[in-house]
């Protein structure tokens, strides 16, 4: 029933930013922790960030804590990531996603989740 919808993909230059959003379609969002994940090109899929549905609480990965930042606005039923001082590693085709259990676990099971996007693919490359 809940269709995850991301966009906000791109090229970019190293140092660089973006804006993902994911927009939930059937359902609202307001009592779902939402997920973001990435898998790189012969990389298994890592948790990169989550924002809890029940009190806003906010994870991130350690390797993108400081430059990325989640949020969500129920108004438009739309979650965010935003992404700074972009690396080549954070290379990835990026998936938002409704982790089972909500964001405690979120990192350690990066397929246990119940709904996903289609994908939007993040490059950073000179």
């Known amino acids: 029933q809940l269709q995850l919808v991301e966009s906000g993909g791109g090229l970019v230059q190293p140092g660089g930013s973006l804006r993902l959003s994911c927009e939930a379609r059937g359902r609202t969002l307001e009592h779902y922790a939402i997920a973001w994940f990435r898998q790189a090109p012969g990389k298994e899929r890592e948790g990169v960030s989550c924002?809890?549905?029940?009190?806003?609480?906010?994870f991130y990965a350690n390797s993108v804590k400081g430059r990325f930042t989640i949020s969500r606005d129920d108004a438009k039923n739309t979650v965010y990531l935003q992404m700074f001082s972009l690396k080549p590693e954070d290379t990835a085709v990026y998936y938002c996603?409704?982790?089972?259990?909500?964001?405690?676990?979120?990192?350690?099971?990066?397929?246990?989740?119940?709904?996903w996007g289609q994908g939007t693919q993040v490059t950073v490359s000179s």
């Open positions: 924002i809890s549905g029940s009190d806003g609480s906010t």
């Open positions: 996603a409704t982790p089972r259990g909500g964001c405690n676990f979120f990192s350690d099971y990066p397929g246990l989740s119940d709904y």
